[in-house]
């Protein structure tokens, strides 16, 4: 295979950019096709397929904003307005959240982390695939995505889980670079 050198340059310099700095315009229904085609293109050991897609979009975000922060008040009486407020604005302002599941699938040749890995690989296709069509993302996780009721009533079913929101708009911002581990102090070489 050729070298890809601007497939390259993306990989190493890519960035999330925060969901505070994400807004309209989101992807439009063909950009939304080839968003999930992409993210959906992932390592599948025996092809099960365990993870699946809920979209967050229009209304609907503020409506899960608001029950959220139903749920957060009852783990949590003492929350004051501020904080009450940022979980009902947590789904806002990037026009498009993709809360990816995993929905784990019995297997004896897949094992349940193969199926999890899969899941976030899903997350992650999916932040390539809004920067290589023009917007900027952001993966996520918080409190919901631990919660058993909240992640019922964000659309996991018995047995699921999230492993994260990945949050789709547009932005004004190039996000500033941080810093990076220096290999030798994550790479190791065996030697037996």
Sequence with gaps: MPTNDALRD????????GTGFLH????NAAELDELLTIATRVPDHTKI??????LFEGAARERVGDLLAAIA???????DAASLEIERRGFMPAPLIVGVIFS??????????????????????????????????????????FDPEAQQMLGARAGERFVGFV?????????EDRPRPLL???VTRWNG
């Design 10 to 17: 993306y990989l190493k310099t890519r960035r999330s950019v």
């Design 24 to 27: 309209e315009p989101g992807p």
């Design 49 to 54: 397929v365990p993870w699946r897609l809920v």
């Design 73 to 79: 008040s009852q783990r949590n009486p003492a929350l």
């Design 104 to 145: 784990p699938r019995p297997s004896p040749k897949a094992p349940e982390l193969e199926q999890l890995l899969s899941a976030g690989n899903v997350c992650f296709n999916l932040v390539n695939a809004a920067f290589a069509l023009g917007f900027a993302a952001s993966w996520v996780t918080r409190w919901y995505a």
């Design 167 to 175: 949050h789709i708009g547009s932005t004004d911002v190039k996000p």
């Design 184 to 186: 030798e102090s994550v």
